[in-house]
T-cell receptor
Framework: EDKVVQSPLSLVVHEGDTVTLNCSYE??????LLWYKQEKKAPTFLFML??SGIEKKSGRLSSILDKKELFSILNITATQTGDSAVYLC???????????WGAGTKLIIKP | EAQVTQNPRYLITVTGKKLTVTCSQN?????MSWYRQDPGLGLRQIYY???????DKGDVPEGYKVSRKEKRNFPLILESPSPNQTSLYFC??????????????FGPGTRLTVL
């Protein structure tokens, strides 16, 4: 089945901790995998990954794609309360421009 | 300011009463899309459009219609709304993804309640 599965569904950590969020999918042929952050409003773009093994980095956030094992991870180091959000991943289809989204990981950072 | 706007932001309506949610972007983006977001289900794509007069079904198109007569506008039409269409709706746009541009800009959302 054509699904994107994110884990964990929710996560509570303390400020300063490092977190790893997972996104797995079930097909081998697709163009891109995307990560978005959603606070109490619309999602905002974080990363687009197209090639396996190449890390994308932005400040304390980084992400990598493993096309062989069919997953991606999003790492956040030295977490801050402002990182509290729902993190969404999505993958593109190979045959068209539809996007398939995971249900998201709700991350709560305690001070 | 570059943005995607949606109207209305909040709407309570009754079953069967036709409604339209407007979406407009000022970034000259080719790709536009409608999503609904429900608790525990994440975002589900309803329809998307690669350009004027080109629309395609997403995951959950049943009960919805769209049109793309102008590049900047992509209205979502519910001809006969039902309670199971109660949801948070987002419009989004991006440059042409055929060139790899998948960074989507989202509108603020429309919270629809169908009684």
């Amino acid at each position: 089945e054509d699904k994107v599965v994110q884990s964990p569904l929710s996560l509570v950590v303390h400020e300063g901790d490092t977190v790893t969020l997972n996104c797995s999918y079930e097909v081998t042929n697709f163009r891109s995998l995307l990560w978005y952050k959603q606070e109490k409003k619309a999602p905002t773009f974080l990363f687009m990954l197209t090639s396996s093994g190449i890390e994308k980095k932005s400040g304390r956030l980084s992400s990598i794609l493993d096309k062989k094992e069919l997953f991606s991870i999003l790492n956040i180091t030295a977490t801050q309360t402002g990182d509290s959000a729902v993190y969404l991943c999505a993958r593109t289809m190979d045959s068209n421009y539809q996007l398939i989204w995971g249900a998201g990981t709700k991350l709560i950072i305690k001070p | 300011e570059a943005q995607v706007t949606q109207n209305p932001r909040y709407l309570i309506t009754v079953t069967g009463k036709k409604l339209t949610v407007t979406c407009s972007q000022n970034m000259n983006h080719e790709y536009m899309s409608w999503y609904r977001q429900d608790p525990g289900l994440g975002l589900r794509q309803i329809y998307y459009s690669m350009n004027v007069e080109v629309t395609d079904k997403g995951d959950v198109p049943e009960g919805y219609k769209v049109s793309r007569k102008e590049k900047r506008n992509f209205p979502l039409i519910l001809e006969s709304p039902s309670p199971n269409q109660t949801s948070l709706y987002f419009c989004a746009s991006s440059l042409n993804p055929s060139g790899g541009a998948y960074e989507q800009f989202f509108g603020p959302g429309t919270r629809l309640t169908v009684l």
